[in-house]
């Protein structure tokens, strides 16, 4: 494991391992049992907990960075043109992706595509009987630029080279 930001929030203990780009939590009374809140997240610092019933938030976006894992738009056609299906409903398909089987996946009573299970790109069940689901017409967000920093740098010498990076 290799940490990289922790959090404790009422009975929970979360934290960020940045090798595995993963989200953690564990009840902080029986720290041996411990789950996965979100894998594949490739933005560990916009990780903001907020209230029990949300954990972690994530910034909505009208784009997707990645596989999508973290979006939280309102996009919610495929890339044939067909509309996605409701996450909390099992018609016209039946299916596991829920909110209670996938609580920080941002699913529920709507129709917004999502990744839930780290698919290559945000995706949905679609309205249509014969299609079972199909990967979302979303844009791709602008790639964002990560420089190595030096365990030797301070603080103000890391802020000055990313102004210098344009960051």
Known sequence: MHPFGLAVWQEYIYWSD?????????????PGHQ????????DLMGMAIIHDQAQPTLIKTNCSYGNGGDY??????????LNCQMWNTQSPH???????????????AHNYCRNPDDEEFP????????????YCSIKRCAKLRYEQI?????????????????G
């Open 18 to 30: 940045w090798q595995h780009q993963s989200v953690y939590r564990a009840n902080r009374h029986d």
């Open 123 to 134: 995706w949905c069940y679609t309205d249509d009987p014969m299609v079972r689901w199909e």
């Open 35 to 42: 789950t996965t809140v979100i894998s594949g997240w490739k």
């Open 94 to 108: 039946k299916h596991s992706r829920t909110e209670e089987n996938y609580p920080f996946a941002g699913l529920g």
């Open 150 to 166: 030096s365990e030797n740098m301070t603080f103000w010498d890391a802020q000055e080279r990313c102004a210098t990076l344009g």
């Open 72 to 81: 939280r738009g309102m996009g919610s056609t495929t890339i044939s043109g």
